[in-house]
């Protein structure tokens, strides 16, 4: 049975097109987009390689078996060797709607065979070494949370203004008011970073603070565009 990856792409603002018509041409067609901005100070240019300029996240369903040839397209297409262009990782999907893969999996698009292995157009070794961690924050805290993040080893992140809806029942069991303007700061991070990283975030705008922030993570296989920084002098 085929498997199934979100791959998620982040871009300046206005560039999330050009990954569009990419994965247009891969004959993937469930794709979503949002607006987000960069968390990296100016001084480290953030471990995504990105920096604080306005961002666009599109967010693509894609069977595994495709992403062979879609990879090494996107590093090339979107220039993600270059430091500040972009990242593109994949998160290994547990369900799907029924109707999705066989729109995904039509034999329109034929892989082409002499394409490299999975494993070599990855930027980094399978087994989870990335993971995505999501802290879900009021408005206007996602420099605490970047602050907390940075303390523990974080070098920046992205983040994407959301609105809470039906909270009401949750509010009541809480005992506390909860703001429906949210925003999430999504930081990629190296596993061995995550649970400190996590732990920093929670201390400093977790549900307890008047950020009420919500944290999870989530295991990242294909990265691409990661740029590691050199020492700082």
Not at 65 to 84: E, F, H, I, K, Y
């Amino acid at each position: 049975m085929e498997h199934f990856k979100l791959i998620i792409t982040i871009v300046d603002r206005g560039k999330g097109g050009k990954a569009v018509d990419l994965f247009r041409n891969f004959h993937l067609h469930f794709d979503f987009a949002c607006l987000g901005a960069g968390t990296a100070s100016s001084r480290i240019l953030n471990y995504f390689g990105l920096d604080e300029t306005a961002k666009e996240l599109v967010w693509t369903l894609a069977p595994e078996s495709r992403l062979r040839a879609l990879l090494p397209r996107a590093r090339q297409v979107l220039d993600l060797d270059t430091r500040g262009k972009g990242v593109l990782f994949t998160i290994p999907l547990t369900g799907l709607s029924a109707q999705v893969p066989p729109v995904l999996i039509k034999p329109e698009y034929e892989e082409d065979k002499e394409d490299s292995p999975m494993e070599k157009t990855s930027s980094v070794p399978q087994g989870h070494p990335y993971h995505l961690v999501l802290a879900i924050v009021n408005r206007g805290c996602d420099q605490q949370v970047m602050e907390a993040a940075r303390s523990a080893g974080a070098k920046g992140g992205t983040v994407i203004n959301a609105r809470r809806v039906g909270y009401e029942d949750v509010q009541n069991m809480l005992g506390f008011t909860l703001q429906p303007e949210k925003e999430i700061v999504a930081i990629l991070l190296p596993k061995e970073q995550k649970l400190p990283v996590m732990q920093a975030i929670n201390k400093a705008a977790g549900l307890s603070t008047d950020c009420r922030g919500v944290l999870f993570s989530l295991p990242v296989d294909d990265v691409l565009g990661i740029a590691e920084l050199a020492p700082q002098p």
